[in-house]
């Protein structure tokens, strides 16, 4: 996993150039980075802070399930002085102390959103019409998040986008 060639592909991914050493490979739909490494001969994706931790610091703190959390509050940050262990509590106590626990929609415009949707508004144009990710769009609208504010939600959303994304890659060919 910590392979001499992994960690040159690793670095060749980050950008060292400020105080947050920044992931620059892919990133996951809520922001954090991954990279791909062959555990127990399997591959698998693992978050690129925790990578970097396991690095600089004793890998088996991780085994044990702590999580690791960032000083800097940015999710693609490897900087080790940036990262320290924690758990779920204190990642939400973080949170609360910080100020990220605050949402840009209302749930009037979340009930909006839904409505807007639901007749036929593409993802895209509303993200940008409500400021927010086309993912943000997308669990409101499935019903993944903020499920308490009402209106329309249809799971069967995802398949149709699936359904969709298939369809245009063979028209493409």
């Not at 392979?3 to 980050?14: K, P």
């Not at 950008?15 to 791909?36: A, Q």
């Not at 409500?130 to 669990?139: C, D, E, K, M, Y």
């Not at 609208?141 to 298939?166: I, L, V, Y």
Request: aromatic share 8%; proline share 3%; net charge positive.
């Amino acid at each position: 996993m910590y392979s001499a060639r992994r960690q040159e592909l690793f670095w060749s991914h980050v950008d060292r150039t400020g105080l947050c050493w920044e992931w620059t490979g892919c990133v996951t739909g809520i922001g954090y980075g991954l990279f791909s490494v062959k555990r127990s001969g399997e591959w698998a994706r693992v978050q690129v802070h925790r990578y970097s931790w396991g690095l600089h610091n004793d890998p088996s703190d991780l085994e044990t399930g702590a999580w690791v959390l960032h000083h800097c509050d940015n999710r693609v940050c490897v900087n080790p002085a940036h990262l320290y262990l924690g758990d779920a509590q204190q990642n939400a106590n973080d949170a609360m102390n910080r100020d990220r626990l605050h949402t840009k929609l209302t749930p009037d415009q979340v009930v909006e959103l839904r409505e807007l949707r639901s007749s036929g508004e593409g993802i895209e144009v509303l993200a940008s019409r409500f400021g927010v990710t086309s993912g943000a769009v997308s669990g409101i609208c499935r019903g993944r998040s903020r499920r308490s504010c009402g209106g329309p939600t249809h799971p069967s959303w995802a398949f149709r986008c699936k359904e969709t994304r298939k369809r245009k890659r063979k028209e493409s060919r």
